[in-house]
């Protein structure tokens, strides 16, 4: 089994865009039907390790469209209370929530 170190991977994956985001990315493109027409990200590494990578793991996406949908994807690497992947679509009507059921002792909603 071939196995590599932390700061290897990630000095390899492409980035947290390629690493964790394409398919977030994707999926959003699917949503509006339409690819954007700008795109903007800032990201910070917040560890020393992804800096040492020139790498961030908190990062913020935003995507606009033709259409004049907007777009934004948050992402962080390293989340203390699991896998956290949602989508939320608001609308002048509606707001549609998809989410991962999480631990509900990690979670807090007002």
Not at 12 to 18: A, F, K, Q, W, Y
Request: hydrophobic share 45%; net charge negative; aromatic share 10%.
């Amino acid at each position: 089994m071939f196995s590599l170190t932390k700061s290897a991977y990630h000095s390899i994956t492409g980035g947290i865009l390629i690493d964790s985001v394409i398919h977030d990315i994707d999926m959003a493109m699917w949503l509006v039907g339409q690819q954007p027409k700008t795109v903007y990200a800032v990201g910070k590494a917040t560890f020393q390790l992804y800096e040492q990578c020139d790498d961030v793991d908190v990062c913020l996406l935003v995507m606009t469209f033709k259409n004049g949908t907007v777009v934004t994807i948050n992402v962080c690497r390293d989340v203390t209370f699991g896998y956290d992947n949602r989508i939320e679509v608001s609308c002048t009507c509606l707001m549609l929530l998809l989410i991962n059921k999480l631990n509900q002792n990690t979670l807090f909603q007002i």
